[in-house]
C-alpha cells in the first residue's frame, strides 16, 4: 500500500494518498473521510462487491447533490475516479443506482480537469486489480467482429443440479456482460430433452444462481422456440440443405464414424417434409426417423458429418405439456437461438471447440447473424465427479443424501459444506477465461474459503465424548465465570460466558501426553502444573488428572495448549456431532473407460459425538464457527431422532 509523508510529518495511506493528490491538484484542503479510504474498493471487479458499494452510495446520495452536500470535494473525485476507471461499474451504476448515476454525470461535466487525473488514478485501479489476483488472470481476450454492448447467455439444460463446473460457465457469462455498459446475460433454459427435464431442476438452478449472486437480465426457455425451430427445420429441407433418416436409430453412428453416406443421404425434399410430417404426429412409423442436416459425410470433423438436428420424443413436456412429439438437438438450438436473443458473445468449453465449425455453418445456412464464439476451459477438480448421468447414480445408490448432500460437488453441496459465495466467486474469476485445460486441487478453493471466514467465525471449544476425563482443579477460589470475546481479533462480534470450576472436562487425548508436573496451559484460563495422573489398570488409559493452578505462568513457553469445559452439577451440555467427509472417488481423474463402482470411495464420512456448553445454543444454522483445535465446522441443523447439533467440517485448504 502506498504511503506518503506530508511535510508536517503526517502520513497518509491508500485512499488517503489518493484523495490528497486530487485535492491538491484542485487547490483544497481534502478531509480524511470513510468515503476516500473505500476509493481503492470500487476497483472491484466483482459484480456483485461492486453493486453493494454503489447501493450503499446510492443511498447516502438519496438527498444530496455531491457526497459532502452541495459543492464536490476530494472523496467525491475520489470515489468518482475509481467508477470511472473500473469498466465493470458502470453498467451497474446505470441500471441499479439512479442517484450514483446523477452524482456520476454532474462531477463529469462540471469539473473537466478531472481528464488530467484519470491516466494517473486508472493505472493505480489496474495495480490494485492485478495485486488482488494472485493468478493474474485476464479478462482481455481478442473478440473479433464485436462491437456495442456485450449480450451473454447461459444455457443450462434442467436435467440435474447446478455443480461447481457449471460455476464458472455462469459467473465468466455474468462477468463480460456487466463488464461493459448496456451488457446483459440471459439464463436460457435447454429444455429440448423432456426424458432427463423437470420443474424442481429449473427451479433448483435458477435458485443456485441466487445462491452465488448471479442475476440474469432475461430468463427464457428453448421451448418458447419450438415452432421457430420447426419451422427453420422445414427451410433447410426445402433448400436441400436436411434429410429425414431412419438408420440412426441402427448403423447410423457406425456410418459417421466411417465416414460413409447414409443409405437416406438422398431422399427427395418431399420424402424427407412426408417423413418429418410424420415425426411431428409421433407416429410409430415417425418415431423411427430423425432429421439429419446434410453437410459432409465425409468431412475431417466428426461435427460435420450431418448431424442430427431433430429427434421423436413422446415424454411429455414439463412446460409445453404433449403439444410437441419431435425436439431439436442442442447443436441445431443453440446457434439458431443465440443469434435470434441478440446474444453477442458466446461463451463455451473447449470440449465443443470441434462443433464451432457446425454451429457456423448452422447460422449461415439458415441466413442468421453471426455470434462470436470463445472456448475456455471446463474447471475441473481432482477426486471429483462431474457427470450429471454419474452424480445421478451416487445418489440414485444412495451413497449420499442427496443432491445437497455436503460430499457432492453441486453448489448447494460445497454450500452446505461452508463454501461462501464471495469465496468462490473470487476463485472462479481468478481463473480468468483461460483455454488451458487443469485437475484443480479443492485445497485451493478452501483455502480461499478460510480467508473469508476466520475473520467472523465465532469461536468455541467442543470436546470429544468417547473416554473423556474428569479433571480436578486446585487453587480456584470458587467457581466463577467471565465474559470472553467470540473472537480474538474481532472484538465487535461480541462476547460469551466462560465458566470456570473446579471440576473440568478434558479428552482423552490430551491426557494421555500429560507427565506429572509438567506446565500446561488451559486455554481461555491460564497455565496450571499436572500433578497426578491416574490409569485404568484394565485398559491403560487416563481416568482421571488432577492439576493446580499457575495463573502467573507464562503461557508463551508451554507446548501443550488444552481445551477444555466446565463441569457444572445441575447444567448439561450440548450434545454436537461433528462430521467429517472424504472424497466420493479414489481416483484423481477419472478416464471415460473407467467403472465409477470401481472408484467409489467405500467410506466418506465419519461422526465423532462430542459437546460443549450451553453458549452455542445462539447459533443459527448455516453458521460457521471454529471449535478450537478442532477446525471450521457449518451448524446445518438438529438431529431429528437424538436432538445434536450437527456441524459440517469445512476444509481449510491446509493437507
Known amino acids: 500500500m502506498p504511503i506518503l509523508t506530508l511535510q508536517d510529518g503526517t502520513e497518509l495511506s491508500g485512499g488517503g494518498v489518493l484523495t490528497h493528490l486530487i485535492a491538491t491538484h484542485a487547490g483544497f484542503e481534502a478531509p480524511a473521510t470513510k468515503w476516500a479510504n473505500r476509493a481503492i474498493e470500487f476497483s472491484s471487479v466483482d459484480f456483485a462487491v461492486l453493486r453493494s458499494l454503489l447501493t450503499d452510495l446510492d443511498r447516502h446520495l438519496t438527498l444530496r447533490s455531491f457526497i459532502h452536500g452541495y459543492v464536490p470535494d476530494a472523496d467525491d473525485f475520489a470515489i468518482w475516479g475509481a467508477i470511472r ?25 462540471s469539473t473537466p480537469w478531472l481528464e488530467t487525473c484519470l491516466e494517473e488514478f486508472n493505472r493505480h485501479s489496474s495495480d490494485q486489480r492485478m495485486a488482488a489476483s494472485s493468478s493474474g488472470a485476464s479478462y482481455e481476450i481478442d473478440l473479433p467482429n464485436m462491437s456495442g454492448p456485450v449480450v451473454t447467455r447461459f444455457p443450462p439444460e434442467p436435467s440435474g443440479y447446478l455443480h461447481i463446473g457449471h460455476a464458472k460457465a455462469a459467473l465468466l457469462n455474468e462477468h463480460f456482460a456487466h463488464a461493459q455498459p448496456d451488457g446483459k446475460l440471459i439464463c436460457r433454459f435447454d429444455d429440448t430433452n423432456p426424458s432427463k427435464e423437470s420443474q424442481e431442476f429449473q427451479d433448483s438452478i435458477l435458485f443456485d444462481l441466487g445462491l452465488m449472486d448471479v442475476v440474469p437480465d432475461v430468463v427464457s426457455y428453448s421451448s418458447d422456440y419450438f415452432q421457430v425451430m420447426y419451422e427453420l427445420a422445414l427451410e433447410l429441407v426445402q433448400a436441400g440443405k436436411a434429410f429425414a433418416d431412419d438408420s440412426e436409430l441402427g448403423k447410423g453412428d457406425h456410418d459417421r464414424r466411417n465416414r460413409l453416406p447414409s443409405k437416406r443421404r438422398d431422399l427427395s425434399i418431399e420424402e424427407t417434409l412426408g417423413h418429418f410430417a410424420e415425426m411431428k404426429e409421433g407416429t410409430a412409423e415417425g418415431q423411427r426417423w430423425c432429421l439429419r442436416a446434410r453437410i459432409a459425410y465425409d468431412h475431417p ?34 446457434p439458431i437461438l443465440d443469434s435470434l436473443e441478440g446474444v453477442t458473445l458466446a461463451l463455451r468449453t473447449n470440449e465443443y471447440r470441434d462443433r464451432n465449425a457446425q454451429y457456423e455453418w448452422m447460422q449461415q445456412a439458415l441466413g442468421l447473424r453471426a455470434v462470436t464464439i470463445w472456448d475456455f476451459s471446463r474447471m475441473n477438480f481432482v477426486r471429483t465427479v462431474l457427470s450429471k448421468r454419474k452424480l445421478a447414480r451416487i445418489v440414485a445408490q444412495g451413497r449420499v443424501w442427496g443432491w445437497d448432500d455436503p460430499r457432492m460437488p453441486t453448489i448447494r453441496g ?110 481461555g484460563w491460564g497455565n496450571a502444573f499436572i500433578r497426578s495422573i491416574k490409569k ?88 460457521t464457527v471454529q471449535f478450537e483445535r478442532k477446525g471450521f465446522f457449518r451448524f446445518d441443523g438438529f438431529d431429528q431422532d437424538t436432538g445434536a447439533m450437527v456441524f459440517f467440517d469445512v476444509p481449510t485448504g491446509k493437507a
Open 85 to 109: 476507471g473500473n469498466k465493470a461499474a458502470r453498467p451497474i451504476l446505470r441500471k441499479f443506482t439512479i442517484n450514483v448515476a446523477r452524482w456520476y454525470d454532474q462531477i463529469e461535466s
Open 301 to 334: 470433423n466428426g461435427t460435420l458429418r450431418d448431424p442430427v438436428i431433430y429427434r421423436c420424443n413422446l415424454q411429455p413436456h414439463h412446460r409445453t405439456g404433449k403439444a410437441w412429439k419431435i425436439y431439436p438437438t442442442y447443436d441445431f438450438c443453440a
Open 414 to 523: 460445497i454450500m452446505r459444506r461452508g463454501m461462501t459465495v464471495t469465496a468462490l466467486r473470487e476463485f472462479i474469476l481468478k481463473q480468468g477465461p483461460s483455454r488451458n485445460i487443469l485437475n484443480l486441487e479443492w485445497g485451493a478453493l478452501w483455502a480461499v474459503n478460510r480467508k473469508v471466514i476466520d475473520p467472523v467465525a465465532p469461536r468455541y471449544t467442543a470436546i470429544d465424548v468417547q473416554d473423556v476425563i474428569r479433571c480436578s482443579v486446585s487453587g480456584l477460589a470458587a467457581q466463577c465465570s467471565a465474559q470472553r470475546p467470540l473472537h480474538p481479533k474481532n472484538p465487535a462480534m461480541g462476547t460469551r460466558s466462560l465458566t470456570y470450576a473446579d471440576v473440568i472436562l478434558i479428552e482423552q487425548a490430551d491426557a494421555e501426553t500429560f507427565e506429572v508436573d509438567e506446565e500446561i496451559t488451559l486455554m
Open 536 to 623: 485404568d489398570e484394565a485398559s491403560s488409559r487416563v481416568s482421571a488428572v488432577d492439576v493446580e493452578l499457575h495463573l502467573d505462568g507464562d503461557f508463551k513457553k508451554t507446548k501443550k495448549k488444552i481445551t477444555w469445559l466446565a463441569s457444572v452439577p445441575g447444567e448439561e451440555s450440548v450434545a454436537l456431532d461433528l462430521y467429517t467427509f472424504d472424497f466420493l472417488v479414489t481416483k484423481d481423474k477419472l478416464e471415460p473407460g473407467d467403472d465409477l463402482e470401481e472408484y467409489l470411495t467405500p467410506v466418506t464420512q465419519t461422526v465423532v459425538r462430542a459437546m460443549t456448553d450451553r453458549e452455542i445454543r445462539t447459533v443459527q444454522p448455516g453458521t
